[in-house]
């Protein structure tokens, strides 16, 4: 336990420190804003979906470190996986951080994700941990890719 808690404070400093796929993505086929006021968390998502898979995903935005380090591996899980796989993910994530007893098959395909289990016991906290993930499910819901005229 003492084990994972270190590994969870590491890989949160490092992601929070040195956020991955930081930076606004054009063009992008999806897209949506995050906001947190109970924190202050604000993010901003962009995705490039092709034929029903996550090209490229990234975010920009300022929070807490729970929110950013999130933020920051759920771009680094998501990239080249599909829409469906990330809705699936979503859901294991979701049922994780507010507690719910997930099957082992389900928490080893979380990989890393599955660290932020420790928010479960600071309910402020999983809104943090969890806000990228809301704003992803908005963005692949409501596409605002710019219409295509016929040559
Ligand atoms: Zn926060």
Not at 20 to 26: D, G, I, Q, V
Request: aromatic residues 8%.
């Amino acid at each position: 336990m003492t084990e994972l808690r270190e590994l969870y404070q590491e890989v949160i400093l490092d992601h929070n420190k040195n956020p991955r796929n930081f930076k606004r993505l054009e063009p992008h086929s999806h897209h949506a804003y995050g906001n947190n006021p109970l924190c202050g968390d604000k993010l901003e998502l962009f995705l490039n979906v092709v034929d029903g898979k996550i090209e490229d995903i990234t975010f920009v935005g300022s929070g807490c470190a729970i929110s950013t380090s999130s933020a920051s591996l759920m771009t680094q899980f998501l990239k080249g996986k599909s829409v469906a796989e990330a809705k699936q993910t979503f859901h294991y994530f979701h049922e994780l951080v507010t507690g719910k007893n997930l099957g082992e098959g389900e928490i080893e395909e979380l990989g890393k994700l599955a660290l932020f289990e420790g928010v479960k016991e600071f309910p402020a906290r999983v809104k943090c941990a969890s806000l990228s993930w809301h704003t992803l499910l908005n963005a692949l819901e409501d596409t605002n890719q710019i219409a295509q005229t016929e040559a």
